[in-house]
Each structure stands twice: as C-alpha cells, then as structure tokens.
C-alpha cells in the first residue's frame, strides 16, 4: 500500500513516472519500448510450438531456458499488443483441480506469459495472461511476469507459452508450484449509486470522467452532516482509438467558507487509485491520494479550504483482469460546509469547467 500527502503533486510529474502511474488519466501509457530483435528464422525445434512442447510431469515445477532461438509462433495481449517475440510452449495436465503459480518474475528479458487450455487461443481470462507483474519480488529486470493464481481443472491439457513483449528474448527462469487461491473479493456497498453506466469496449464517459472527457463532467458530491457513501463501478475497457482506458470517476465539490476537514474511506474489489484533485481543469492535480489492494478499506483525511475540488476514483492500472463493472464503496464523512442562501447550483459550478 502506498500513501501520499503531498501537495499538489503536479500531473506532469506523475505522468513521467516510469513505475505502474499515478495519474489522473484515463488512457493507459505508453510504456517504454524494448529493441526489437528478430527471431533466427530456423527449423523447428523441441519446445518451439505446441505440437512439439515440453512436458511438466509434475509440480512443483522449474525450469530455465532462452527463447532467442526459438520462433515467433503465439502471441496474446495482455495489455500490449503486436509482439513479435519467439515464445516456448511447456504442457501439464492435472489430475485435480488446482489453484497454481506460474512465474517469470526471475527471468532475464521483458517476458510475458500467458496459457491455452487445449487449443490455441483459448486463453482463460482475465487471469490467463500477464506481461508484467510488479508484484515480483526483486526481480532481475523490470517487467518480468507472473500469473500468480489461476485454477487449472482436470481432464485439460494447459500449455504454457513463454514469451516476451515486443521483439524481446533472453533467459527466462519458469516456476509453477500449487498454491491456494483466495476467495474472490466482493464489496457489499450500501448507499447512494454512483449512476454511471458501466463502461464497455468503445464507452465514452459522458457522466463523471472529469477533466478526462470532453466536455468536462462530473458527480456532484451532496452536503451531509452524516457520512454519505457513493456504491459506484470501474473497470477498464478498449476505447474506440484501440487504445486501452479506464473508467475514471470525479466527484466535485466545492468548500466556501471555513476550510473544510474531512476524510474519504474507498473499499474497491480491484486495486484502487483514490484522492482529492484541485486545479479542476485547468491543472488538475492531487492534492493527496493513495491506492489501496482489493477489499482493503483505507482512508484518507484532509483540510481542503476555499475553492473547488475533485474526490478521483478509479482503477490503479490498465490490467485486463479489471472488467468493467468491478464494484467500489466511497464514504465521505464531515462535508457539511457552510452553503450560502443563494447556494451555488451544479449548473452554475458545473458552467464554470466546461
Ligand atoms: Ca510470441
Ligand atoms: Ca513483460
Ligand atoms: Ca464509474
Ligand atoms: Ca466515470
């Protein structure tokens, strides 16, 4: 879990940040590429395709290799499309149903692993891929991979393709060993609906995607003596362009007399990106934030004074495994600011950013 409180960490900065981002934005960056390298054109050899795979007899399993030599026969995205990389095919077939781990994370290329059940392209998504896992735990290079739970049932035969993204090879260390899955996380929300339309592949965010969407948009946050939460959704999708976006959420609100202390809890069932944002929309900015794990409730308190500000929610990255529809909880406890006779109509706020 990582928190800040920082003030106003400026959006340029988070946008140059190399590590998985902390930005506003809805569409995914682009990551900095590897060289490409070509495959040796070559005969086939042991371990190159599927019809002429490794075997793993049994678990737990490890094994080392280098796919340079290998071809290009296979390739899914998972988020990053158009690789070229030759990729080595390892099969197992349990004899029960198992929860497993499937891991490159030691390797030494920019690898990406993904498995077919039985044939060719039937990938179990959303967790039967992974390009980089910045879960792995010291690993020798950056974006190494890692499917770190996935059930495997019996009577199936389950290839394992080692690959890399774009044209990247190299040394690669595999891992597979059994593991127990966790239960699934499920956030029981109980309160106001956000109201958004849950994102689809080529949604536009014409409801609450702030400084995102064009024009600007937001939800509006209601003045409460008690808590008040918001049930609302996220989720990643492919926007219209093919480039992968996220489902983004603003909450505006506005402070006018007194500074204002209050405090935000977001409970998410995905990774979660969560902060206040000033600058609306000029230079939008965190004025602090924090990501929190699935089903993991964390809280953020601020004084926020004069002016007009933003509550963002939304996913903590691009990965494919966060469907749209992915539920999250936000609670808003102690903004109940002095609100004038002539109170300031959404309209008139809402004028004010588009
Ligand atoms: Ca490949
Ligand atoms: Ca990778
Ligand atoms: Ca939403
Ligand atoms: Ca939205």
Same mark, same amino acid.
């Given at each position: ?41 070559? =005969?086939?050899?042991? +371990?190159?395709?599927?019809? /002429? ?11 080392? +290799? ?20 030759? =990729? ?13 781990? *499937? ?69 690669? #260390? ?13 956030? *029981? ?11 689809? =592949? ?21 003045? %409460?003596?008690?808590? *008040?939460?918001?049930? +609302? ?15 983004? =959420? ?7 007399? /007194? ?17 206040? #944002? ?42 494919? /495994? ?22 300031? %109509?959404? +309209?008139? #706020? ?5």
């Amino acid at each position: 879990m990582m928190t800040a409180s920082v003030s106003a960490v400026a959006l340029i900065a988070v946008l140059a940040a190399t590590a998985p981002a902390v930005t506003l934005s809805a569409r995914a960056p682009e990551k900095p590429g590897g060289v490409a390298v070509s495959p040796p054109c070559g =005969d086939r050899v042991e +371990g190159d395709t599927i019809e /002429e795979c490794w075997t793993i007899p049994s678990l737990p399993f490890f094994d080392t +290799g280098n796919t340079c030599a290998y071809a290009n026969d296979y390739d899914e995205v998972c988020p990053y499309a158009g690789s070229t990389a030759p =990729d080595v095919v390892y099969a197992y077939e349990p004899l029960y149903d198992m929860c497993v781990s *499937i891991s490159l994370c030691d390797s030494y290329y920019d690898t990406k692993v993904y498995i077919y059940q039985d044939v060719v392209g039937n990938v179990p998504w959303p967790d039967g891929c992974n390009d980089d896992n910045y879960d792995c735990v010291d690993p020798p290079v950056n974006y190494t991979s890692w499917i770190d739970e996935i059930t495997l049932f019996a009577g199936h035969t389950y290839y394992v393709v080692v690959d890399g993204y774009g044209g990247e090879c190299g040394d690669y #260390v595999l891992e597979v060993e059994e593991v127990e899955c966790t239960p699934p996380c499920d956030v *029981i929300c109980v309160g106001v609906p956000e109201g958004e339309p849950t994102c689809y =592949d080529g949604y536009e965010d014409h409801y609450n995607g702030g400084c995102n969407s064009t024009p600007h948009c937001f939800s509006i946050v209601f003045s %409460s003596p008690d808590p *008040i939460t918001y049930c +609302g959704e996220s989720g990643v999708y492919e926007y219209s362009n093919g480039v992968t976006y996220r489902d983004t =959420d603003w909450y505006m609100f506005s402070v006018w007399g /007194e500074p204002v202390r209050f405090s935000i809890t977001v409970e998410a069932e995905f990774g979660v990106l969560f902060g206040f #944002v000033d600058g609306l929309c000029d230079n939008p900015s965190f004025v602090s934030y924090s990501t929190t794990p699935e089903c993991t409730p964390h809280t953020i308190t601020e004084e926020l004074s004069y002016g007009t500000y933003a509550i963002f929610v939304s996913t903590d990255s691009w990965e494919p /495994e966060y469907e749209c529809g992915i539920e999250y909880s936000l609670t808003i406890e102690g903004y109940s600011p002095f609100v004038p006779v002539d109170a300031m %109509s959404w +309209g008139r #706020v809402k004028a004010l950013y588009q």
